[in-house]
């Protein structure tokens, strides 16, 4: 049963410190995604991968937040120094896309509950 | 650009009753769309696509949604709910082109309950 993992589930921290999150995607998925949730902005996109090469961290403060991919079976997601602010759920969601770019769906991740002090 | 309107943020139904669960899209393009569950404390999951062909998708759980080009519109339904089908539910689109190929852009969800 093919599934994206992430670690940790629940990570409680004190506002300065640096944290890391990681998602393993699905085998043979060639598009990682990381979304942010909480419930005053809903579902938000941070940033996407094709083929482990960023193609938009938009929606990332880059000041604090870095995503990368180090390898096709992990990607990473860091937030240094961390703010109370930050604190939500980051899900990891993998999916394949076709020879024209178009997805054909998303597979999420159980989430990382993130809380910072 | 691409939006998806969900215009119901909550929706109470009662166990065995008929449920309808409303989302529109603004696009320009041809679109793919999607609709996706959460139950408490999990991750989304997919419950319905459409890509192309019939307008009405048949999905997971019960579920259909009926695509409608005219209208815009990519409503949820199900003939008779469960006190398991209590979630959140999330449409989304897929834009075909342009620099958010293969993202989705997702709406802010409708919680649905279902009681006994």
């Known amino acids: 049963d093919a599934r994206v993992t992430q670690t940790p589930r629940h990570k409680v921290t004190e506002m300065g410190q640096e944290v890391t999150m990681r998602c393993q995607p699905i085998l043979g998925h060639n598009t990682v995604f990381w979304y942010r949730q909480t419930m005053m902005q809903g579902l938000e996109l941070l940033a996407y991968f094709r083929n482990r090469a960023p193609l938009d961290d938009s929606g990332m403060p880059k000041d604090r937040f870095s995503a990368e991919m180090p390898d096709a079976t992990l990607a990473t997601l860091k937030i240094q120094p961390s703010e109370p602010r930050d604190s939500a759920v980051y899900f990891c969601?993998?999916?394949?896309?076709?020879?024209?770019?178009?997805?054909?769906?998303?597979?999420f991740g159980p989430g990382t509950r993130l809380t910072v002090l | 650009a691409q939006s998806v309107t969900q215009l119901d943020s909550q929706v109470p139904v009662f166990e065995e009753a008929p449920v309808e669960l409303r989302c529109n899209y603004s696009s320009s393009v041809s679109v793919y769309l999607f609709w996706y569950v959460q139950y408490p404390n999990q991750g989304l999951q997919l419950l319905l696509k459409y890509l192309s062909g019939s307008t009405l998708v048949k999905g997971i759980n019960g579920f259909e949604a009926e695509f409608n080009k005219s209208q815009t519109s990519f409503h949820l339904r199900k003939p008779s709910v469960h006190i398991s089908d209590t979630a959140e539910y999330f449409c989304?689109?897929?834009?075909?082109?342009?620099?958010?190929?293969?993202?989705?852009?997702f709406g802010k969800g409708t919680k649905l309950s279902v009681k006994p």
């Open positions: 989304a689109v897929s834009t075909p082109e342009g620099g958010s190929q293969g993202n989705l852009i």
């Open positions: 969601a993998s999916g394949l896309a076709g020879t024209s770019g178009r997805a054909w769906g998303q597979f």
